[in-house]
């Protein structure tokens, strides 16, 4: 299982965490990965930054725009799935 957890904590929620969150939704749903990917919502993990949202993908901490959201999930848990 491959766990994603997106913060949603104030500045990631200034940053559009709840976009994030829901395109890896929708990404879930699309390839039916309900079984293989956990996702997650968490506090602040300490990553707060001016832009994107903080996510980690099984603890490897990422920045994510809510406008590249859908392109990180396609090169950064997509791969994970078969590997
Ligand atoms: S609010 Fe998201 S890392 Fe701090």
């Not at 079984?35 to 903080?54: N, P, T």
Request: glycine share 4%; aromatic share 8%; charged share 25%.
């Amino acid at each position: 299982m491959i766990t994603v957890k997106i913060c949603v904590g104030t500045s990631c929620h200034l940053n559009g965490s709840c976009n994030v969150f829901s395109s890896f939704q929708h990404m879930i749903e699309e390839y039916d990965l309900h079984d293989k990917v956990a996702l997650e919502a968490s506090f602040c993990m300490r990553e707060c930054a001016k832009s994107g949202a903080a996510v980690a993908v099984n603890d490897e901490k990422y920045r994510v725009e809510p406008e590249k959201a859908r392109s990180f999930f396609k090169e950064k848990v997509l791969p994970l799935i078969n590997s």
